[in-house]
């Protein structure tokens, strides 16, 4: 095995949710080696969280432009080799262009920006940098979906004809039905969280797996929010009619106020043969559907999988794979990239991935807006 | 306990499903007794069944109109009470209309008519005539179903705010695929099957379920059908957008091409303090969601359920309930109410069910037709 | 469809779980009239009851004697021709005894006698009668149990290694922890009850099915109760070690304390080529599992089922079939029987299971009394 | 947070599956840095494996004598603080022995040692050193099994009745069924393995879950083996009948030739007041049961959950965790206690642990060949 790829880190300090998530991910298969960073805003954070997680110290920098400056100046032997982005959304776009531009790869959190406008700018750069780029729509790294993808790619499921995909949390309950909560936190502020809560947060993810595992493109849909109170100015719930070539529709719904909800992310896709159903919280289980033969159960780390699907696997069979499985499998593939080894497309999703999500989010919001009428995808 | 209520059934001969279903269902509770029929068009065919399962060969009539003109020359104590109408769907309308205007009950198997204009007449019948009219949306009958309405109505999840129905089968994929099939099956021909497949078949039923467990009423609704092939003329497949007032919104998702999908009718019921979850697949589990508490799991049987509910079940706790257990408990609810006893209005639909179902079906296919507007039902 | 068998009911009247169960089972598929009964120890309860559910009322007698004595002075053509023994559990010998010792075929609930002893007098009374004898071990006729039983038969899991197979239930805590209550129920009384309470009453159904699902027979076993208490003399809770030829070994396991559980009752079977699990709560629902293919989901109602479980069901898959069809089924096979039409031997269990089920008990009971030793059944 | 552990790692080198678990788990909370290694018995193996994993070359030994021999010259703030015992079974006591009789923490994978006598001396040396042991019995690691252990403690259950634990696995078949290959393979050869198969390598970790949830001791048990073939001298599969005091019993079930089971171990646990249901392969979902009310079904990470179960999740509730995640757990209970932190007893399995695991083993060999009797344990 090749030496470990050097990465940094933009955010994620702390007690940061996201941080431990991508650690540990980068850390499962012995790719990487965190070798410098920005954790935090304020430099004495940043550097006491490097010295508890043992990061070397002279490579903590005050600032994100420092970071760039001082790695440049570095031997390119010694330099930063990868970025993972996981400051605010807003910071997303600005970081990813500097660090493609001055020829870093990129790995980056989702939304990879806040405007389609942005996500097409950054396309560009990216074009330009011939570098890496990754974005972490985590739940493509669970070997089950990524076994949906290569039996469907392969025609287990034949001419795809329905799509049906949801995405329900209950999260927001807390906040949207308390009046002083909802006018008051950024998540539901559009000039701090963005057009969209409820589709720019956790809609576009169940669109990504759409795309994702079908290898289909959404060429139009159409869209209706839920507000919930007239005072509040973002989604917090939404269903999305989808329409993807020939007769072959489908639906997307999204909700933050599906109280009891806790992660649930799931799809079935239907085929003229068959059909596949998955879900988030019970990752390992995939349930391929037949008219005529009984329903069958994938798991992880059988010899019946895919090779896409076992390259995700490290344990025997039966050893629950969770979303720390997910993330890393997603690392691996990025390691991949960066070593210039073959890897399979499906490994990470990309920066095309990236463009078409907030293509998808605007979409929903101009749907909204217009009193719910058909908007175009930019195929 | 009273003597058994004099019952007539019209079509459901041989080896007709629905024919079983209700003759069971009237059964189980001991308050029917099968006193006269049409089973079949064919007069000798009726006779042949009237003697296997042991009707009185004297009350096997060679048409509807006979059936009528003679059971009313019978001593009203003599005379049937209630017809139980399983012709097919044409039929439902004339047969029920003059059953109605001659003073007799009704049980009604679904769709109720072919239109809103002759649902709206068969209402006016009803009216003058003050007899009991019971339309069979069979899933209703579930003592889950009716824990749900009881459950929410008591306001054990607040005020509602989201709701999730569907209803996916794919046994139409054996027909639509064939060019010849599709173009020639009853099913798929506007003519004989109306104007709506998906939705007059089966998303009726969820719509149903949606006001029968919520208590609210859809306003508007915005639909897109999919019909598969440009040859075929009917829905096979559509989602429905509603609208249940004060932002209160939800999904309708109904296909008859969702492949592998057996009787896939489900519900999810989202409210400010919690919500419900019930397949009817697992008809006996009903899962109550909460933001901050475990999730609870209801069954049948058990004292902590509401009158309704348990007034459904015969056996302990654990013994399976099946689809013959749901239209049992409609009957014995009707049977109350032909018996003037008091009962629970949610002990089976009525008239206006039959009445808004049909302005649901119209108007899905209304909306879809004119671009997937938004179209007002008649509250 | 031949005419209708005339069917005589012993007990079961009023509010008779068991009566209900049984009356449906028996109208379910156009197969019985009942014809005759003592519904009750009360000939006023009984002819009540008769008029409540429409039997005819100069066929309702004193007592079981009065019974045999005027059915047999009836002519043949007109005699009730099988009945159903619904009574307390001491009263099922001498009640099939003298039903089979003149001409009487007979449907007995379980258990089919208190003692083995008697169980081999009665199956001596069975080979003279030569009529038609069935034992409602009621599980078996549930269609995936069917189905089991068909695979194993051809072939499916090759030699079978293993059978597990538990039947858990809590409703007994209410009565075991109240010292007053334990003291005085019937049902931990040896000398109402019998020998054992968990064995005798659940645990042979366990039994049971394991040997109607395998076709393997118990040659030998070791038990373990449970009585909870110093003063308490009935098992509540027990554990068997079996052995069932050339090791082939397992366990089956009964409660009816283990608290929550409703009516528990659950099989898994291990064999070289695969291996099968099925749980009585979810009954349509049958899992194949493989060491190296996916697991597959078998459902009721399919074109892939054997005969004998397709016979089963009677409407499309996805419909959920529940207790009273898995009665209704038994039933059915038991009219072919009676009208000396072709049958699966698997369509309804008989006097061979009833003597065994006893000798299983008794079994049970020697090896816990004799300090938990190996106890062989009579093969 | 203070300084990491420096932790050396014996055995668990190259495609290690145990290498792997136990270094992503030491990962996970940022506790522990791999400070020296032996992975490898071969040197070079050991030191390109180091390479390739980024641990310091120069702490690499050529074997473990010398890693302790060396260790032991430096300064004590830079010597190994705790070692990870991952090598064959054999090596686990004489390497256990030897770190803690040399001042060393040991972290020992599963079995501790290969008998009784091995398992009692190790326990005399851990008494002497006062170090940290602890012994990966991974699945106590799970929030879930935390969360049953902590409502247990605090009376959720009340007095306890009876256990029934299982572990399944269909793996072996594939040896087992191969003339040649059962004999040959060390799994199955006596002088290899130790003197028990399913036992000694899954039974135990039943056992254990049994006394980690419960806080009960098993008194006694009684054991049937199956060896499956004449020519087999190891255990394969087994039933143990457990007692744990005053009339609580229980079972434990263990197999290797369960086919088409993968990680099966599940736990029932059921008392006075309630009961709890768990399963390995679906380790976020916990089950209480009650005869009275809803069953309920407790998820990680949310608030009603116990300190000892929120502890070991990191990421918001519905974010799936795995079997990383349990072992990860244990290595953040050993870092609080060799950092002399305030810790709960449930975070990490013991010595004692270890000693009662051995002790089960030995005793359900020696009842199995005893001709199943009940052998006491040593309490």
Chains 1, 2, 3, 4 share one sequence.
Not at 187 to 207: E, N, Q
Not at 313 to 322: D, N
Request: aromatic share 10%; net charge negative; glycine share 10%.
């Amino acid at each position: 095995m090749p030496k470990k790829i050097r990465l940094g880190i933009l955010g994620g300090g702390g007690d940061s949710l996201i941080g431990v998530l991508h650690r540990v991910a980068s850390f499962i298969n012995d790719n990487y080696q965190i070798t410098g960073a920005v954790f935090n805003p304020d430099f004495d954070a940043s550097m006491a969280f490097a010295k508890e997680i043992d990061v070397p110290l002279n490579r903590i920098y005050k600032d994100f432009d420092t970071l760039i400056e001082e790695e440049l100046k570095l031997p390119e032997d010694e330099r930063i080799q990868v970025c993972s982005v996981l400051t605010p959304n807003f910071l997303h776009y600005p970081m990813a262009k500097k660090l493609l531009d001055n020829g870093f790869h990129v790995i980056c959190e989702k939304p990879m920006t806040t405007t389609l406008d942005e996500a097409k700018d950054l396309q560009k750069s990216h074009e330009k940098a011939g570098t890496v780029f990754a974005l972490t729509h985590t739940y493509t790294g669970y070997p089950m979906v990524r076994q949906m993808r290569e039996m469907i790619k392969s025609g287990a499921l034949g001419k795809i004809h329905k799509v049906d995909a949801v995405y329900y949390q209950g999260w927001i309950n807390t906040i949207i039905h308390d009046k002083e909560k909802r006018s008051s936190v950024w998540r539901l502020d559009p000039k701090k969280a963005g057009i969209s809560s409820c589709m720019g947060d956790i809609g576009v993810h169940a669109f990504n797996l759409v795309e994702y595992t079908t290898g289909l493109k959404i060429n139009e849909l159409l869209c209706d929010f839920n507000y919930l109170y007239e005072d509040n100015q973002m989604d917090v719930d939404g269903t999305v009619l989808i329409r993807m070539g020939d007769h072959v529709k489908g639906v997307i719904r999204g909700s933050q106020v599906a109280t009891g909800e806790e992660n649930g992310l799931a799809i079935s896709i239907y085929g003229e043969k068959g059909a596949f159903r998955w879900e988030q919280e019970r990752p390992n289980f995939l349930y391929k559907l037949s008219d005529t033969e009984p329903t069958q159960i994938y798991k992880p780390g059988h010899a019946y999988n895919s090779e896409l699907s076992l390259d995700g696997t490290k344990l025997p069979a039966g050893h629950p794979e969770g979303i720390f499985d997910s993330m890393a499998n997603i690392y691996k593939g990025v390691a991949k990239a960066i070593r210039g080894q073959e890897y399979n497309d499906g490994e990470f999703p990309t920066m095309t991935d990236g463009v078409r999500g907030m293509n998808f989010i605007e979409a929903t919001v101009d749907s909204h807006k217009s009193g719910n009428t058909w908007v175009a995808l930019e195929n």
